[in-house]
């Protein structure tokens, strides 16, 4: 099994809504990803963890709140987002181990969100 | 300047051409490389991993020359399924980090 699963695939929210992004994988993998994906740009690091604890945040504003509940999977929390933070939400994971040799990331299908 | 650029692009190619894509990274420690391609409106998926002995897949193959910094993509006999956005992505070290993505290059392969 080689899937990172995502719900839900579609999110609209007001400014002042607080809904969450869920991602699992059942790959054995210890870190685990967020990004934010802006038309025609490429992927944009929001978050990482590694063996369930947060390692990188790459100076996201506090409306995004990352959880890890477990090694199997990731949330993003979110409250009181702006119509800017419209974006397609990636969740990815990767083995994260001194004995992988690449360490790929895989994919989640994604989260499109819309904050009106 | 980038930390990871790649061609601009766009390529549009007729079925069948050769085309090949090139990306640079400018952090000398990078370890572990990639090459990406993302279909429109959906999830990045890993097409090769790129190893420094230069790797290929059917008629896809990857080169690596960490003296110039430089990694390749060669697509033979390209197909319509090939067009996409292709992602070069370089990772500091093997654990968990900061992948760089370049900003992608868009293929187009025409009947």
């Known amino acids: 099994d080689t899937e990172v699963t995502q719900t839900p695939k579609h999110l609209v929210m007001g400014m002042t809504n607080k809904k969450s992004l869920k991602c699992e994988q059942h790959?054995?993998?210890?870190?685990m990803y967020w990004y934010k994906q802006k038309a025609k740009k490429p992927p944009e690091l929001m978050f990482v963890?590694?063996?369930?604890?947060?390692?990188i945040n790459e100076s996201v504003p506090s409306r995004f709140s990352p959880e890890c509940p477990n090694s199997s999977l990731l949330n993003l929390h979110l409250h009181a987002l702006q119509p800017e933070d419209s974006a397609l939400y990636l969740c990815?994971?990767?083995?994260?181990?001194?004995?992988?040799?690449?360490?790929?990331?895989?994919f989640g299908p994604g989260t499109r969100l819309t904050v009106l | 300047r980038k930390e990871v650029e790649q061609d601009p692009g766009p390529f549009n190619v007729p079925e069948g051409a050769t085309v090949a894509f090139n990306c640079t990274y400018s952090?000398?420690?990078?370890?572990?490389f990639f090459w990406y391609r993302q279909d429109c409106r959906k999830e990045p998926k890993l097409l090769m991993s790129?190893?420094?002995s230069g790797n290929e897949d059917g008629r896809f193959t990857a080169q690596l020359n960490r003296a110039s910094q430089y990694i390749s993509l060669l697509i033979r006999d390209s197909k319509l399924s090939d067009s996409a956005t292709y992602l070069c992505?370089?990772?500091?070290?093997?654990?968990?980090?900061?992948?760089?993505f370049g900003d992608g290059t868009t293929l187009t392969v025409k009947p």
């Open positions: 990815a994971s990767s083995q994260d181990r001194d004995t992988s040799s690449y360490n790929e990331q895989f």
């Open positions: 790959m054995g993998h210890r870190a």
């Open positions: 963890y590694s063996y369930e604890k947060l390692s």
């Open positions: 952090n000398s420690a990078s370890q572990s």
């Open positions: 790129v190893y420094s």
């Open positions: 992505v370089v990772t500091p070290n093997t654990n968990a980090g900061k992948s760089t």
